[in-house]
C-alpha cells in the first residue's frame, strides 16, 4: 500500500539573488515524497496560487499541487492543521529551515503540537514503510546516519544531505493544476512585527590545530570532534542534565 | 513484334512505380508539423540553388564535383531524352546523338564514381551505395547500346531477341535503380529529395551567399515542447534529412566523433530516415556512433525518438560547431535538428544531464549560470573607471561584458579590451549590474523558456538608453545578440544598432589609426576560430588582420577558417560533459602544436578556457584584445 505523503512547500529565496525559487530543502521534501508516493505525492503551500515559483515544484513531474489561499500575513499553521486533520495523512515532509516567510522553520513543530505528531527532524532518507512503521534515516553531521523507527503519522524536516531536488521541467509545470482552496487565515501578529535583515555569517570558533604534516592537518580537518570535555549524562534526573546544559550556556556566554 | 516494345514497356512500368514510390515518400515528409513555404519560387530557385549553392559545396572537393556534374549532368538529359525517344517516339536522329552524348558523358561520371568506390574512405556509406556505380554504369551501356541502331549506327533489330531480352535486363537494372530506387529509398532517393530540399529548405538565407544561423524560437506553452517524435519536426526538415547522401563529410568533421563521444552526425540524420520512415538501422551501412553497435535502433514517425531510436547522450555530445552543417554539400540542417530534440528533453521530461540543471537554475534564479550575486557583475570593473550606461543614458558604445565578468581568467581579457578601448578614446559605457547572461548557454541545452525570458529582459534593458554600436568580447553574446535577439524585439532596443565582436570593432579601430602598436616580438603566432565567430557569423578576416597590424604573420592550422575544429566548449558541451575517449581541447591543442606555433591567439574566452584547459606543457593561449594590448604604445600626458 502506498502510503499517503503530503509535501509542504514554500517560496525559497537565492542566498545570491534574493530572488524567489524553488526552495532548496522543500525541493528535496518533494523529491522524498516522490520516491515514496510517486505521482500521488500531494504537495501544499499556504498562500498564493498565482505565484509563479510553485511551478517549479510540479515541473518535477506532478500533475498538480494544493494551494491553499491565504493572505501574505496570515498565519499558515492553523490552515494547515486543518487541512492536514481532514485528509488521511501518513506523512508530512517540511524542510529544517525556512528559506523566506514562515515556512519550514518553526512550522513543522508548531503543526506536530497542533496534531499531536511526532516531528522527526533531520531526516536524510525514508527507507520503508511497513506496517504502519517507517524506517527513517537521521542525518548527523561528517555524514553520519542514525536508524530510527517512526510510527505513522509524523512530520519529518528533511535535512540538506537528503537526495536533490530533480530538475524541474517548463512544459509539465506549465501545465500542471493548481488547486486553489479558499481559507480564511488570522493575521500572524507576531510574523507582522518581525524585521528582516539580511543574515551575517556567525563568528566560528577557531580550532588551533597543532599538525607538523599535511597527513595530520588532513586528519585534523576530517576527524570526528573529540568531545574531550564533553560529557554524556544518561541516568543523571532530568533537573542535574537541565543544570548542566544551564553551566554550559552561561561558560559559553549565551545568557549572561 | 512485342520483344521490340519491351523496353519501352518497361521504362513506363519502371517510371509510373517510381512515380508512386515518390508520392509515398512524399506523404512521410507530410507527416511532419506545417511550415510556410513558398512553392513556386521555391521551385524556380531550385535549379540556381543546386548549381551555385550545393555545387560551391561540393566544389571543395574537385574529384568529387566534376564526377557528380558529368554523371547527374549526364543522367537528367538522358531521362529526358529517353522519355522523348522511348515513350514518345522522337525519331529524329539528332535526338538519338543527343541522347548518346549524355550517355557517354554518364558513363565517364559513373567511371568515376566507381574507381572512388574501389577504395573508399571510412566516412562513406557502403551497402547499396556500393552498387550504386554499377547500377549506373549498366543504365548507361544499356541505353547507349539501345540507342545505337535509333542513331542508324547499327542497323534496326540488330542483335536479335536475345539481345533485346539482355538489354531489358539492364533497363530493369538500371532504371530500377535510378527511378524505381529514387522513389522508394534507394540511394538515388537523394537526388529526388535533394531537389525538393533545395527548393523548400527551412533556411532560404542560406543561398546566394548568405549565412542563417539563429535558431528558431521554440513556440511556448503549447501540450508539449521540443520535438519528441520525428512527426513532430517541420515536414521540411523531414525532407531535409532524407536529402543525406551518406557523404560522411559531416562526420569526417565532427569534433565529437572524433573525440570517441556517441555521436555521428551522418548515422544521427539517418537515425532521423529511420525515423520518419520506420523500421531499424540494420541496413545502415556506414561509420556507427563511437562505442554504440548499429543495428538496434527502432523508430516510427509516432515514437518518442530517445525511446529507442537514438539515445540522449548522442544528442548531448553536439558543441553546437556547425562544421557539420557547413561541411554538408545537401545543407542539411543538423544543429537545428538536435536542438530541437534536446528541447523535449530538457523543457519537458527535466532531464539535461551532469551540470545541467543546476546551471540552468542558477540562470534562472541569478541570471548567471554560477550563481553569482547579480549585484556583483560588475565588481571586475571596479578599478576600471568604466561608465554605466544607466547613469549617461547615451554612449557611441556598449561594451557587452558577458559572464566573463565572473571569472578571473576572462577578466583579464575584458581589462585588455578596456585597455585598448582607452586608448582609443572610445565614448564607452558598461550595462554594469543591469545585464543578464544572454541566454546562450540555456539555449543551447534546450531550454528554450529560459532563453527568451532573459532575451525579452536583456532587450528590455538595452531599449532604454542609446547607442550606436553594441561590442563584445564573447563570439556566443554576439551571436546571440546579433542573430537570436531579433526574434523578440518587439520595442526595436536593437534597431539600426550594429551588433560587433571586438576583433571587428579593434579592427576598425586600428584601420582608422586610433591605436597606436609596437611589432610583435615573439614566437610563432597561430589563430583558433572560435566557432561562434567564424560559422556563425561569418567573421574570419578581422582577426588576422590584427595579427597582422602588429607584423604578425599567421601560421595556419590545417583545419581553420569555415573548417576550424571546435575547442569543445560550445554547445553547453563541458556542462553536460558526455564521456568520449579523448577531450575535444586536446585534439586542437595538437592541431595548435602541429604548426610550431608558441602562441595560439583567440577571439572567444570559452576558447581560452577550454584551451588553457590543455595540460603543459603546451603553446600559451591568449585573446587577441590580450596580444594588443600587450603591444600597445601608450602615450605620456
Ligand atoms: S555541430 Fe559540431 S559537434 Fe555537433 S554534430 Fe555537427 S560537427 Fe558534430
Ligand atoms: S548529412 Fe550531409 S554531410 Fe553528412 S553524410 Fe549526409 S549529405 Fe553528407
Redesign the pocket.
Known amino acids: 500500500m502506498q502510503p499517503n505523503v503530503v509535501s509542504l512547500v514554500s517560496i525559497g529565496r537565492h542566498p545570491q539573488s534574493g530572488r524567489a525559487r524553488r526552495a532548496e530543502q522543500d525541493g528535496r521534501g518533494v523529491e522524498l515524497g516522490l520516491k515514496l508516493a510517486g505521482e500521488k505525492l500531494s504537495v501544499l503551500h499556504v498562500g498564493n496560487p498565482e505565484e509563479p515559483v510553485l511551478r517549479q515544484y510540479v515541473g518535477m513531474g506532478l500533475p498538480a499541487m494544493t494551494v491553499l489561499k491565504q493572505d501574505e500575513t496570515a498565519d499558515a499553521v492553523p490552515a494547515l492543521s486543518d487541512y492536514l486533520q481532514q485528509e488521511k495523512i501518513d506523512i508530512v515532509l517540511t524542510g529544517v529551515r525556512s528559506e523566506s516567510g514562515e515556512s519550514s522553520g518553526m512550522v513543522p513543530y508548531l503543526l506536530a503540537e497542533k496534531l499531536g505528531w511526532p516531528v522527526v527532524a533531520r531526516v536524510a532518507d525514508i527507507v520503508s514503510i511497513k506496517d504502519g512503521v517507517a524506517e527513517v534515516l537521521l542525518a548527523l553531521p561528517r555524514g553520519q546516519r542514525r536508524s530510527v523507527t517512526v510510527k505513522l503519522p509524523f512530520i519529518a524536516s528533511v535535512d540538506n544531505a537528503a537526495a536533490p531536488a530533480r530538475q524541474s521541467a517548463f512544459g509539465p509545470g506549465q501545465r500542471a493544476r493548481m488547486e486553489s482552496v479558499n481559507t480564511h487565515g488570522e493575521v500572524d501578529q507576531i510574523r507582522v512585527n518581525w524585521q528582516e535583515a539580511p543574515a551575517k555569517p556567525r563568528p566560528k570558533r577557531l580550532k588551533t590545530v597543532k599538525a607538523k604534516t599535511a597527513a595530520d592537518r588532513f586528519k585534523a580537518a576530517t576527524a570526528k570532534p573529540q568531545g574531550g570535555s564533553g560529557k554524556v549524562m544518561k541516568n543523571e534526573s532530568a533537573a542535574e542534565k537541565a543544570k548542566a546544559i544551564f553551566d554550559l550556556l552561561i561558560e559559553e556566554n549565551v545568557i549572561r | 513484334m512485342v520483344i521490340d516494345w519491351l523496353p519501352s514497356i518497361l521504362i513506363v512500368v519502371l517510371l509510373a512505380l517510381g512515380v508512386i514510390g515518390a508520392l509515398r515518400r512524399i506523404s512521410l515528409w507530410r507527416a511532419g508539423q506545417p511550415e510556410k513555404v513558398n512553392l513556386i519560387a521555391g521551385l524556380m530557385a531550385m535549379p540556381g540553388r543546386y548549381l551555385n549553392d550545393l555545387h560551391h559545396v561540393v566544389e571543395r572537393d574537385k574529384y568529387m564535383s566534376r564526377t557528380h556534374v558529368a554523371t547527374a549532368g549526364g543522367f537528367v538529359l538522358s531521362m529526358v531524352l529517353v522519355i522523348a525517344v522511348y515513350v514518345f517516339h522522337v525519331e529524329q536522329k539528332i535526338v538519338a546523338w543527343l541522347l548518346l552524348g549524355a550517355l557517354v558523358l554518364m558513363l565517364c561520371g559513373a567511371f568515376f564514381v566507381f574507381k572512388r568506390r574501389l577504395n573508399p574512405p571510412s566516412r562513406l556509406s557502403k551497402g547499396p551505395w556500393m552498387r550504386l556505380p554499377k547500377s549506373l554504369i549498366t543504365f548507361a551501356l544499356t541505353f547507349i547500346v539501345l540507342t545505337l541502331p535509333v542513331a542508324g549506327v547499327l542497323p534496326e533489330g540488330f542483335g536479335g531477341v536475345l539481345l533485346t531480352l539482355i538489354l531489358s535486363v539492364g533497363v530493369i537494372i538500371g532504371l530500377g535503380e535510378l527511378i524505381f530506387g529514387m522513389g522508394w529509398g534507394g540511394p538515388m532517393k537523394h537526388a529526388f529529395a535533394g531537389a525538393l530540399h533545395l527548393a523548400f529548405h527551412r533556411r532560404p538565407e542560406r543561398f546566394g551567399g548568405g549565412r542563417s544561423t539563429g535558431l528558431k524560437p521554440a513556440p511556448l506553452g503549447d501540450e508539449s515542447h521540443g520535438v519528441a517524435k520525428p512527426s513532430d519536426f517541420k515536414w521540411n526538415q523531414l525532407l531535409g534529412f532524407d536529402a543525406c547522401v551518406q557523404c560522411g563529410k ?1 562526420e569526417a ?5 572524433a573525440a570517441g563521444q556517441p ?1 555521428n ?1 551522418k548515422k544521427l540524420i539517418q537515425d532521423m530516415v529511420v525515423g520518419l520512415a520506420g523500421g531499424t538501422d540494420a541496413k545502415y551501412a556506414g561509420s556507427p556512433y563511437p562505442g554504440k553497435e548499429v543495428g538496434h535502433a527502432k523508430g516510427g514517425a509516432n515514437n518518442i525518438i530517445t525511446a529507442g531510436l537514438i539515445e540522449a547522450d548522442t544528442l548531448w555530445s ?7 552543417v557547413e561541411e554538408c554539400p545537401m545543407m542539411i540542417e ?2 537545428d535538428a ?1 536542438v530541437d530534440m534536446r528541447r523535449f528533453l530538457t523543457m519537458e521530461k527535466g532531464d539535461t544531464p551532469n551540470k545541467g540543471s543546476e546551471v540552468l537554475e542558477n540562470i534562472i534564479a541569478t541570471d548567471n549560470p554560477n550563481g553569482y550575486a547579480p549585484g556583483s557583475r560588475t565588481n571586475w570593473a571596479a578599478d576600471q573607471n568604466l561608465p554605466v550606461i544607466k547613469e549617461k543614458k547615451q554612449a557611441d558604445v556598449l561594451f557587452w561584458v558577458s559572464d566573463g565578468a565572473f571569472d578571473m581568467r576572462s577578466q583579464r581579457i575584458l581589462r585588455s579590451f578596456v585597455k585598448l578601448m582607452k586608448a582609443a578614446n572610445v565614448d564607452v559605457a558598461i550595462l554594469g549590474d543591469e545585464e543578464r547572461d544572454s541566454g546562450d548557454v540555456a539555449r543551447r541545452l534546450g531550454d528554450d523558456a529560459t532563453f527568451q525570458s532573459l532575451a525579452k529582459r536583456n532587450l528590455a534593458t538595452l531599449s532604454q538608453y542609446s547607442f550606436k554600436k553594441i561590442v563584445t568580447t564573447d563570439p556566443h553574446a554576439y551571436h546571440c545578440l546579433r542573430n537570436e535577439y531579433a526574434d523578440f524585439d518587439t520595442e526595436g532596443a536593437l534597431k539600426g544598432v550594429e551588433v560587433l565582436h571586438h576583433t571587428t570593432f579593434l579592427n576598425q579601430l586600428v584601420q582608422a589609426g586610433a591605436l597606436k602598436l609596437d611589432t610583435f616580438k615573439g614566437g610563432k603566432v597561430t589563430y583558433h576560430d572560435p566557432c561562434y565567430l567564424g560559422r556563425y557569423n561569418g567573421e574570419y578576416e578581422a582577426p588576422r588582420d590584427l595579427l597582422r597590424s602588429l607584423g604578425i604573420e599567421v601560421a595556419e592550422m590545417e583545419r581553420s577558417r569555415f573548417r576550424s575544429r ?1 575547442c569543445g566548449g560550445g554547445g553547453g558541451a563541458p556542462i553536460t560533459d558526455i564521456p568520449g575517449e579523448r577531450r575535444i581541447a586536446d585534439m586542437r591543442m595538437e592541431d595548435v602544436t602541429a604548426t610550431g606555433a608558441e602562441l595560439v591567439a583567440v577571439g572567444c574566452q570559452q576558447c581560452t578556457a577550454m584551451l588553457e584547459g590543455v595540460v603543459e606543457p603546451r603553446p600559451e593561449v591568449k585573446d587577441i584584445a590580450e596580444i594588443l594590448a600587450g603591444q600597445l604604445i601608450e602615450e605620456v600626458h
Open positions: 559531416c568533421m565532427c569534433p565529437a566523433f555521436l552526425p553536439c558543441t553546437t560547431c556547425r562544421a557539420c543538423h544543429v538536435i571546435c
